[in-house]
């Protein structure tokens, strides 16, 4: 199939590897998914409906039988014995036909098929790119959750002993029973953001189930953020240059240009060699048997037929459509490629900022806690100097996923995000090997076709 062509090569037979990397995340889910088998037929189909052509280059061959009560009354032609008589007629032949001249319909209907086989593999890179760029976002989200739970409980510890040397010091008067009250809310705040985590930790797991079809195993982990373009005009660049869905869009205006093609064979002459033999008994009045063999040449021409113009300016209008929605297309992936460079340069800047604060942070507590000690600092100051750290914690990690999540946005953007995860680029390199042009024989468009559906 050209879905495993495409991603299961990289995975070893027998049952998916539980994902833990994600790496391993995306390539289980591009060779499983349902949505993706989906793409695979599709592009499988068009693989066939090229091969299909090769048949149009062939003659057809046909049975043809009749039999019935026939009167004929031809006087001059039939003898009186034969004429004006019902006769059983009954025939049986084989007829071939071989198209020789249609106005270059066969040749536009390869072309043609080849762009939307084009397409359809286009589609479905694009398809892999979006669902990679789907399956990182889950993996990170579960990522994500994670940490934070783990900060999250980290954080309700250091409350909680708090919270028990704040009831030893009140036990022991020195300190009123008002600040132990202040802790044990405290502590209840944190529970209550546990809870919240989890919720949302259980959502992010059913969402990489869905996806990936096997629950994420504990804990997840994220690399690095990948290397990236220089600047952000050099990224759209390649973002347009690249972008599989852009590819897609050209791919349909070449079909659009092929099937304009198509209809201008309708109104050219129709040139075809017929062969045929048959037998039969009491034919066209006739007592006996009688055989038949012929050849010859026929024409076909259709001189007038109304809606001819309409039906080019539909034609035309069509691969206007198809134009204009690939420059739709290219401003849409210009905006979203320029977004997610925005948006990571953000994070970035946020991760930078957030990991100076939580520096600043932990110094700060570890301060306030030796002045609590010493009775120079009040328990309220230390409890907000925690909860400050903890968003702090809390605002890093976010940011370090956004940045790469973002990143990942980047590189779906430049059709280059299945690859960094390593996926084979053999759908890529027979996608570019397919695309037909008018120059190109015929059959050798069609040849292109085979190895699609034979991986």
Same mark, same amino acid.
């Given at each position: 199939?050209?879905?495993?062509?495409?991603?299961?090569?990289?995975?070893?037979?027998?049952?998916?590897?539980?994902?833990?990397?994600?790496?391993?995340?995306?390539?289980?889910?591009? %060779?499983?998914?349902p949505?993706?088998? =989906? *793409?695979?037929? $599709?592009v499988?189909?068009? !693989?066939? &409906?090229? /091969?299909?052509?090769?048949?149009?280059y062939?003659?057809?061959?046909?049975?043809?039988?009749?039999?019935?009560?026939?009167?004929?009354?031809?006087?001059?032609?039939?003898?009186?014995?034969?004429n004006?008589?019902?006769?059983?007629?009954?025939?049986?032949?084989?007829?071939?036909?071989?198209?020789?001249?249609?106005?270059?319909?066969?040749?536009?209907?390869?072309?043609?098929r080849?762009?939307?086989?084009d397409?359809?593999?286009?589609?479905?890179?694009?398809?892999?790119?979006?669902?990679?760029?789907?399956? %990182?976002?889950?993996?990170i989200?579960? =990522? *994500?959750?994670? $940490?934070?739970?783990?900060? !999250?409980? &980290?954080? /309700?510890?250091?409350?909680?002993?708090?919270?028990?040397?704040?009831?030893?010091?009140?036990?022991?008067?020195?300190?009123?029973?008002?600040d132990?009250?202040?802790?044990?809310?405290?502590?209840?705040?944190?529970?209550?953001?546990?809870?919240?985590?989890?919720?949302?930790?259980?959502?992010?797991?059913?969402?990489?189930?869905?996806l990936v079809?096997?629950?994420?195993?504990?804990?997840?982990?994220?690399?690095?953020?990948?290397?990236?373009?220089?600047?952000?005009?050099?990224?759209?660049r390649?973002?347009?240059?690249?972008?599989?869905?852009?590819?897609s869009?050209?791919?349909?205006?070449?079909?659009?240009?092929?099937?304009?093609?198509?209809?201008?064979?309708?109104?050219?002459?129709?040139?075809?060699?017929?062969?045929g033999?048959?037998?039969?008994?009491?034919?066209?009045?006739?007592?006996?048997?009688?055989?038949?063999?012929?050849?010859?040449?026929?024409?076909d021409?259709?001189?007038?037929?109304?809606?001819?113009?309409?039906?080019?300016?539909?034609?035309?209008?069509?691969?206007n459509?198809?134009?204009?929605?690939?420059?739709?297309?290219?401003?849409?992936?210009?905006?979203?490629?320029?977004?997610?460079?925005?948006?990571?340069?953000?994070?970035?800047?946020v991760?930078?900022?957030?990991?100076r604060?939580?520096?600043?942070?932990?110094?700060?507590?570890?301060?306030?806690?030796?002045?609590?000690?010493?009775?120079?600092?009040?328990?309220?100051?230390?409890?907000?100097?925690?909860?400050?750290?903890?968003?702090?914690?809390?605002?890093?990690?976010?940011?370090?996923?956004?940045?790469?999540?973002?990143?990942?946005?980047?590189?779906?953007a430049?059709?280059?995000?299945?690859?960094?995860?390593?996926?084979?680029?053999?759908?890529?390199l027979?996608?570019?090997?397919?695309r037909?042009?008018?120059?190109?024989?015929?059959?050798?468009?069609?040849d292109?076709?085979?190895?699609?559906?034979?991986?």
């Amino acid at each position: 199939m050209f879905l495993i062509a495409l991603a299961v090569a990289l995975i070893s037979s027998g049952p998916p590897t539980l994902a833990h990397d994600i790496r391993d995340s995306v390539r289980t889910a591009l %060779a499983s998914n349902p949505k993706m088998r =989906a *793409r695979d037929a $599709a592009v499988r189909a068009a !693989a066939f &409906d090229l /091969l299909e052509t090769r048949g149009s280059y062939m003659p057809t061959v046909s049975i043809f039988g009749t039999i019935g009560p026939e009167y004929v009354d031809d006087p001059g032609g039939l003898t009186p014995s034969d004429n004006a008589h019902t006769k059983n007629a009954r025939e049986i032949g084989i007829v071939a036909r071989l198209p020789v001249f249609d106005g270059l319909r066969r040749a536009n209907t390869v072309y043609a098929r080849a762009a939307r086989l084009d397409r359809e593999m286009f589609a479905f890179l694009d398809a892999s790119e979006t669902m990679s760029l789907t399956v %990182a976002q889950a993996h990170i989200d579960v =990522a *994500r959750l994670e $940490a934070l739970m783990r900060i !999250a409980r &980290d954080h /309700l510890n250091r409350h909680l002993e708090i919270s028990r040397q704040v009831e030893e010091l009140v036990t022991g008067g020195r300190l009123p029973l008002s600040d132990q009250l202040q802790a044990e809310t405290r502590v209840e705040a944190v529970r209550i953001t546990i809870s919240d985590l989890e919720r949302d930790l259980d959502l992010a797991r059913a969402r990489y189930l869905e996806l990936v079809g096997i629950p994420p195993r504990a804990p997840l982990t994220t690399p690095a953020i990948p290397a990236l373009p220089r600047s952000r005009d050099a990224m759209i660049r390649t973002a347009v240059r690249n972008n599989f869905r852009i590819r897609s869009a050209q791919a349909n205006v070449d079909a659009r240009k092929f099937e304009r093609n198509i209809a201008e064979a309708d109104y050219l002459p129709q040139v075809s060699v017929n062969a045929g033999a048959s037998v039969g008994r009491d034919l066209d009045g006739s007592s006996g048997d009688e055989s038949r063999v012929f050849v010859g040449v026929t024409l076909d021409w259709q001189i007038f037929s109304g809606g001819r113009t309409e039906r080019r300016l539909a034609l035309i209008e069509r691969q206007n459509e198809a134009l204009y929605d690939r420059m739709a297309i290219i401003r849409e992936v210009e905006r979203l490629a320029g977004e997610a460079w925005s948006r990571h340069q953000s994070y970035q800047r946020v991760a930078d900022l957030a990991a100076r604060q939580v520096a600043t942070n932990r110094e700060l507590v570890d301060q306030y806690l030796v002045e609590f000690n010493a009775a120079t600092r009040s328990l309220l100051d230390v409890l907000i100097a925690e909860t400050e750290l903890f968003h702090a914690r809390l605002t890093q990690l976010n940011a370090r996923a956004g940045a790469l999540f973002s990143a990942y946005r980047i590189l779906a953007a430049e059709s280059r995000l299945a690859e960094h995860f390593g996926i084979d680029r053999t759908g890529e390199l027979l996608a570019l090997e397919v695309r037909a042009t008018e120059t190109q024989k015929p059959f050798s468009v069609i040849d292109k076709a085979r190895p699609v559906v034979d991986k």
